[in-house]
């Protein structure tokens, strides 16, 4: 168990890549902190899979654009597991719609901008006091951030964009005090994002362009993420790794 008697807080964690991460997680030995908004189905689904694999969890609501439930979950963590985490996973984001430059507005600006870039910044600072020397951080960027994403993607690829931007900086500042933190870009990954928003023969069409010539699983992106938080990428710090099947390249 790499990541023993540690404690690890998941946004966006009851379904898809953040269950799959909080799972993992679970199973080498952390103490998770499932943070959900929209689904207790999703919710009670993702906490029975940490049972099953010995885990130890609670499941928060919140809505990490908003600093009251922020606060909140921080309060939560601290009532459950004591006033110490050792890693924090920023999961939580959507692409929304797919919509040109336009058909947007300011409200549709705001949303895909909170939800994948404002709740990374202030998740992080609301408990980034609670992050032990040693520690990690890692925040999900995307593929579509390096080369703009896919058709009406702009704004969510310009908001994944600042994710990899936040996390070479804040490596910088966290550093000093031992902290790492580091970004994941993946590219396609079989999961609910793209059932939504990505038609079935681009999926064929991006698979089949793939040098692997399939989708990546979300397990295997959650593998990543233990590999990052664990002390076996104990000098990786302010990364912005690619995880596309050899689609794309840094």
Do not use: W
């Amino acid at each position: 168990m790499k990541l023993k008697n540690k404690v690890a807080v998941v946004t966006g964690g009851s379904r898809d890549i953040g269950r799959a991460v909080c799972v993992k997680l679970a199973k080498e030995g952390a103490k998770v902190v499932v943070n959900y908004f929209d689904s207790k189905s999703d919710r009670d689904e993702t906490l029975e899979a940490i049972k099953a694999v010995g885990g130890e969890a609670i499941a928060v609501f919140a809505d990490v654009t908003k600093q009251e439930d922020i606060n909140n979950m921080v309060a939560k963590t601290q009532e459950a597991f004591g006033n110490k985490i050792d890693i924090l996973v920023n999961v939580a984001g959507g692409l929304f719609a797919r919509k040109s430059i336009d058909e947007i507005d300011e409200d549709f600006y705001n949303l895909i901008m909170d939800v994948n870039f404002k709740s990374t910044v202030f998740v992080t600072k609301a408990f980034k006091p609670l992050i032990a020397k040693g520690g990690a951080i890692v925040n999900f960027a995307s593929q579509a951030g390096r080369d703009g994403g896919g058709p009406g993607a702009f704004l969510y690829a310009a908001s994944k964009g600042a994710v990899s931007t936040f996390t070479r900086g804040l490596s910088k500042e966290l550093g000093p005090q031992g902290i790492r933190v580091n970004a994941i870009n993946p590219g396609m990954i079989a999961t609910k994002f793209h059932d939504d928003f990505t038609k079935d023969q681009v999926r064929v069409n991006v698979a089949n362009s793939t040098p692997l010539r399939r989708e990546g699983r979300a397990e295997e992106v959650a593998d990543l993420v233990v590999y990052l938080v664990s002390d076996q990428s104990s000098f990786l710090t302010g990364n912005n790794i690619d995880i596309n099947g050899g689609l794309a390249f840094s």
